[in-house]
Each structure stands twice: as C-alpha cells, then as structure tokens.
C-alpha cells in the first residue's frame, strides 16, 4: 500500500493569522472549495494504489539528517514499477543504491541496510552512527523487501501528553524521520486539534472566551480528545492554538512529503455544557465520570445538528491540516454513556459526516477494554475501519476474528503506560501470535500498531515490533537480541552480547496474562511501608527475576573501551543501572519496614539512609543522560507562554501530569496520581526523595515518641510540587561509566 502525498486542500484563509497563511500558502494552491462541500479524491487516494512517481527530495532531506556525514554514499531511487510497500537494496562499497515505493520506504531501505550490512543503530533514543566507517560497506547481493502488513500504525491517543506536548517541530521530525526508518507508514497527528474544534463551535453559540477555558492546556488535550474530561490547566491563549495548529500542520505535511498518512482525529461528536439548549434540535448524552473527571457531553451523530458541526469541523481541519486518507475516533472510550441513543446508527452517522468530507477514508478506532462494541461494528461500512488492538500482547485467548466479526485490524503493544522508564517489554509474545494470527485462514490482521503511550523510553522494543512487519520468516528472539547488541554499539562485543542476553531472558521475555509492562520503581511510589507500585495500574510485583538486569549493568561496564562513546551506549548504560536501582527498592523497602515494626532505631536510620543514597545516586545517573532530565519538559512548557502568567500556567500543566495529574479528586478518587510517574533527574530529587524524607521523618518521629506517626496530606505536597517554577539543567553532567559503576558498587551482587 502507498499514502498520497498531497490531496486538494479546499482552504478559509480569510481568518488564519498571517504566519499560518504564509505556511499554508508555500508554494502551488488548489483550487478552494466551500467549507463542508465534499472533497475530490484521486482514485489512487481510495484504492491506496501505487503512484506513477514521487518527490524524493522529502527522503533526502531526511537521510541528511539521520546520517549527515554518510549521506551522500545513498542514491535514492523512486520506483514506479515496484509493488507497493516495497524496497530494494545493492551497491558497491561508499555507493549503495536504495529503491522504494515511496520516500518512506526508502528510508525503511536504508534502515535495512544500517540494520543487516553495515551493523548500526539508530534507535529511539541513541545511535551508533559515529562507528560507521568513512567509506559504508557494499551489499554482498541486491536484496528486496516488501512489508508483510498494508498498515504500520504509530502513536497512542496519549503519546502527545506523556511524550511532551510542548515539543518543537524539530523534534517531530525527528520522530517521523525514526518511524520511516523503522517501516511505519501512518503516524497519528494530535498537535494542534484543538484548533479546529476551537474554529468550528464559534458558529454554535460559543464565544472565543468560553472555548479557551473549555479547552485544556496541552498535557492534557489527549484525554480532551478522548472525551474523557475538558479545561484542566487552562485556559489556553488563541496564540498558542494557532502555532499548534501550524505546527500540526507541518508535521502533516512532512509526513506526506515522505509518502506517509498523517492520520488526523476525526469528529465523533464531543460538544461543551448547554449545547442543546443553544442548538434547537440538537440531542446531548452525558457521559458521567472518568476518573473524576466530569466528561464533556456526547452530541448524538443521528441529530441533524451533528452533521452540520462535522462538517464545519472538518472545513477548519481542511484548513489547517489538508486531507487525509485515515482519522482516529473512539467513541464512548472508556466508560462513555449510551443514554438513548442507538450505537449502531451513531456509528453510521459518524462514518457518513467522515465520508461527507473524505470520501472512502478509513476510520481508525482503539480496541481497548470492551471497544469496539458489536453494536458500534453494526453499524459501520466495515470495510472502512481499521481497528487498532491495544490489547494483542496482553491477554490470553483472544480471538479477534470472532471477537470483531472478521473487521481488519493491527496487532498492536503498548508496552509503556504513562512514560514510565522501566525497561522490558512481552517482546516473546510478539513473535509467538504475529506469525500465526497472520496465517490463519480467516485471519484480518491487516497491521501492527506501535501504541505505547509515551515514546523514546525503549529502544529495543521499538525496533524489534517494527520488525515483525518486514521480516520475511520467523524472527528467533534469542538470535535477534544478539545481533541487536552487535549493531546497537556499532560491532559485536562479548560482554555487550552477555548484557543484552540478560536483557532479553529478563524484562524483555515478560509473559502475557495481566500485563504488556514490567513494574515501576519504588523510589517514585507514594510512601507507605506497603507501597508496591508507583502508579495504580501497575504491575504489583517483580515480572522477571530481578538479578537479570543486575548482571547486565556489570557487563555493559566491561564493554570495550572504544564502544563506549555512542549515545546509544551512554542510554544503554543509564537506563541499566537505573533499572538495576530501581529494581533494589523492592528489595529495601522491605526491610525498612520489618526494621520499624521491630522498634530497632539503629537499624531503620540505616536502611533509610541506604535508601536515601540509592535516591542521590539515582538522581545523578539519569542527570547524565539528556533523555531522562526533568528541565528540558520544563522548559519546554514556559517557552509556550509569552508572559509570566502564561509560562506559570503551561509548566504547572508540565508539572501536574507527572504528579497530581488532576485535581484533588481526581488525583485521589480517580487515582491518578503517580500515573505519569518516571525517574528523571530533578523529579527525584525535588519531589520523589523529598516524599520519602517527609514520610521517613515521621516514622523516626513516632519511633522515638513510641506513637502512632502524624498523617501527611500527600495531595497538598505533590501539589505544592506542581506549582514550584524552580529550574533544572537542561543539559546532562556527570559521566555516565562512572556514575554506573558507582551504582554497581553500591548495589548486592546478583545471585547466579
């Protein structure tokens, strides 16, 4: 399957800012046509058939930036003649020819040969680039790929919030520039879609004022858009929607350049409070609570008023963002209300608002918990949805061909909840149900589907589900993982290939049957002697022997020398020991408690101490990585305001989703607090270690006094944290060798 790269784009320009305009206005303009009026789409746009050429610039551009000092030995070749989703790789040494279908599978070509030829890694996060030899090696014999799977989906609805919602175009680019090279064809586009929902409901009964305070700030429009809640961290100046929306539309518009679907969200009828009793005719359902959130009501798709606001909504997307083949909407997620309305006819009257727009377009719907509903399937074109199956690595015995009634869908992971960095994924899983589900006679795996919920925390699960799409045969894992430790450093090394064993006998062997993520840390948990996880949906226990991940730190420190100055290396090796760390605090905790409830004073002011040093410690491995610092998200959010007012705002919105997440009731009804919860440099230090010092003093307190210790209002203290507008380094200090084996040093040696 190939993705158009550009598609008309009826506009309304008149009301765009004039930075927008002068963005959307670059270079050739269709024709307009009127807002709502249904789009021309190219046959190739309904039938996904191969185009008769394309721009390589887009690739090379990319290719420039993934391998600035080696692009050059590429000669990208746009392929009319092969079959869709299709590349082939040859060349002699310092030229190789790479050929494709569109210029991202051109990059996926290129991927292929860094992978499989030269030996090297570009991962999410950390490369080995700097080992490429001047001169690139040849390719022993033409080779051609073709992906088993039409759809390579990427992005959870919530990658934009724990991810980093304040991101720079840059950093975009650099996630789509990653997921080309990785096989991925449809990226989800979330930035910015506030904008149009801002735009259209002006024309029902809302004023500009009552929409921004409607609107949440950025780290949590994601659950906005899932219907889940609406003005938490608000309200959200029209400034800033108009960059998102620009940025949004950028990002749209790299993604076509490379030949990519920008997969945009779609309207399923989400209003703000009174919309029927400013719209005559219109029909509202209240959805109830999430989380303690109070959900934003659900507009009925069979009213007739629905049609008209999908349409406008739709026209001011159009105008942002332009066309697309694929939009994302699940209704009802996560506990929606029905009321009265029929599901099956709601689901029609969305799919037919979409179709009114994009004619033939695919409707993209999460299968998670009971969604999608038989009722919701029953009413749609079948044909014209793709179900994205958050669940495939998670459970046993599932059956989705006659759970969704022979519906396509990807099989999809999310092997991170929250952005927690905590390593391992059900990576055995993966290769065990992707073949066979494949090749069963009635099978509709049609994809994979990349969905963690936050990204850049896991690389050798990144590349190795991006794999399952493009490997012709069954993938050994143990085989995998070891040519994965040769190529992530830049050469094969035995120590790094003992490391990487471990790895992959540990976190990244996790079963199925409750879970698709490996527990948290401790350290990050709320205190209580009795504190078995961080956040509340998390794992409970240790799922894999801990002494894995401990053996690995000692190997990765005997690396060789020369191998140790790759930013892939550095990760590797701070995310180790942070793990190995965080994994002692299940350890520790523990024992603290055996020794408060023995009355033994000497003993818990040692433990606690011993727990403080491993928080200090902590601290300061991740403070030497640039991928695991609390300042650059800070940062990040204040850059957004362009007063103090508004900088204060947007890092409390950064602050509070790592921390309280909501309000009081929603922090402690919902649960959410912790959610969100990571070891970051800074995190630690300001809010994780000051927690268990509050909570450690208490029981010191009691322990002397022989009393019962004083009650801590933990809300107050996390939100407290929330509102602090302190800085933090933006850039790492300290080596990375050294720290981590310093932490190797303090840790037990593991049991063989």
């Not at 400034?239 to 969200?265: D, N």
């Not at 993966?430 to 006679?441: I, N, Q, V, Y």
């Not at 794999?467 to 894992?477: K, R, T």
């Not at 520790?588 to 003993?603: Q, T």
């Amino acid at each position: 399957m190939t993705h158009p790269t550009t598609t008309p784009r009826p506009v309304a320009l008149a009301a765009l800012p004039a930075a927008l305009l002068a963005l959307l206005c670059a270079g050739a303009a269709p024709a307009a046509t009127a807002p709502g009026a249904a789009v021309p789409v190219r046959a190739d746009v309904r039938t996904h058939a191969p185009r008769a050429g394309f721009d390589v610039a887009p690739a090379r551009a990319a290719l420039g930036r993934l391998l600035p000092r080696h692009a050059g030995q590429f000669t990208l070749v746009p392929d009319a003649a092969a079959a869709a989703d299709t590349f082939t790789v040859s060349g002699t040494p310092g030229a190789i020819t790479v050929r494709g279908s569109t210029g991202a599978t051109l990059l996926t070509g290129v991927g292929w040969y860094l992978q499989h030829v030269a030996g090297a890694d570009i991962g999410w996060p950390g490369d080995s680039i700097g080992m490429l030899p001047a001169r690139l090696p040849g390719v022993p014999a033409p080779v051609t790929r073709s992906a088993l799977v039409p759809h390579r989906y990427a992005l959870n609805d919530t990658d934009d919030g724990y991810s980093g919602p304040y991101r720079t175009f840059e950093e975009h680019q650099r996630q789509i520039d990653l997921l080309a090279l990785h096989g991925i064809n449809e990226m989800f586009v979330q930035v910015g879609a506030e904008y149009p929902y801002y735009r259209a409901l002006q024309g029902f009964g809302y004023s500009a004022e009552e929409l921004r305070g409607w609107i949440p700030a950025p780290g949590h429009q994601s659950w906005w858009l899932l219907q889940n809640l609406s003005g938490f961290g608000g309200p959200v100046s029209e400034r800033l929607m108009r960059e998102r929306a620009e940025l949004g539309g950028r990002i749209a518009e790299q993604l076509r350049g490379l030949g990519m679907t920008p997969v945009l969200p779609g309207y399923f009828g989400t209003v703000p409070p009174e919309f029927a009793a400013r719209n005559p005719g219109a029909a509202t359902v209240p959805q109830g609570d999430w989380a303690g959130f109070e959900r934003p009501d659900w507009l009925d798709p069979s009213s007739p008023v629905f049609g008209r606001l999908a349409a406008a909504y739709y026209a001011e997307q159009r105008a942002v963002f332009g066309d697309s083949t694929m939009y994302r909407m699940s209704p009802l997620h996560e506990g929606g209300r029905t009321g009265s309305v029929d599901v099956g006819a709601a689901a029609g009257a969305i799919q037919a608002a979409l179709h009114s727009a994009h004619p033939g377009a695919l409707w993209a719907v999460l299968g998670w918990q009971d969604d999608p509903s038989a009722e919701l399937l029953a009413g749609v074109d079948k044909s014209r949805l793709l179900i994205l199956d958050g669940l495939s690595d998670r459970y046993n015995r599932l059956d989705r061909e006659a759970r969704w009634g022979g519906v396509p869908y990807a099989m999809g992971t999310i092997y991170n909840f929250g952005g927690h960095t905590t390593i391992g994924a059900n990576t055995s899983v993966w290769l065990e149900r992707f073949g066979p589900w494949r090749a069963k006679s009635n099978s509709a795996l049609s994809g994979i589907a990349y969905l963690p919920e936050a990204t850049g925390t896991n690389p050798a699960a990144f590349d190795l589900f991006t794999d399952l799409a493009w490997e012709p045969g069954a993938i050994d894992q143990r085989r995998w993982f070891a040519d994965f430790a040769a190529r992530r450093y830049g050469r094969p090394d035995a120590e790094a290939a003992a490391a990487w064993e471990e790895l992959r006998k540990g976190p990244y062997s996790t079963s199925s049957g409750l879970w698709s993520e490996s527990q948290d840390s401790l350290f990050s948990a709320r205190p209580s002697l009795t504190a078995v996880g961080a956040a509340y949906w998390s794992p409970k226990s240790m799922r894999y022997q801990a002494g894995s991940v401990r053996r690995a730190l000692d190997h990765l420190l005997k690396v060789d020398p020369a191998l140790r100055g790759s930013s892939a290396y550095r990760f590797d090796l701070v995310d180790t020991a942070r793990q190995a760390l965080a994994n002692h605090s299940r350890v520790l905790l523990p024992r603290i408690k055996a020794a408060y409830e023995a009355k033994d004073l000497a003993l818990f002011r040692r433990l606690v101490a011993e727990w403080a040093e491993g928080e200090r410690r902590l601290d300061a491995v991740t403070g030497s990585d640039p991928n695991l610092l609390l300042g650059h998200w800070l940062d990040r959010a204040r850059a957004a305001g362009t007063d103090r007012a508004e900088q204060d705002r947007y890092e409390y919105d950064a602050r509070s989703i790592l921390s309280v997440w909501g309000r009081r009731g929603t922090s402690e009804g919902g649960f959410l607090h912790d959610y969100a919860n990571r070891e970051w440099s800074g995190l630690i230090s300001e809010l994780y270690a000051r927690r268990w010092q509050l909570y450690f003093d208490s029981l010191e307190e009691a322990l002397v006094a022989r009393s019962a210790p004083r009650e801590i209002d933990w809300h107050a203290v996390e939100e407290e944290w929330a509102r602090l507008t302190t800085r933090h380094p933006v850039r790492p200090s300290g080596d990375p060798h050294e720290v981590a084996a310093g932490i190797a040093a303090f840790l037990p040696a593991a049991a063989n």
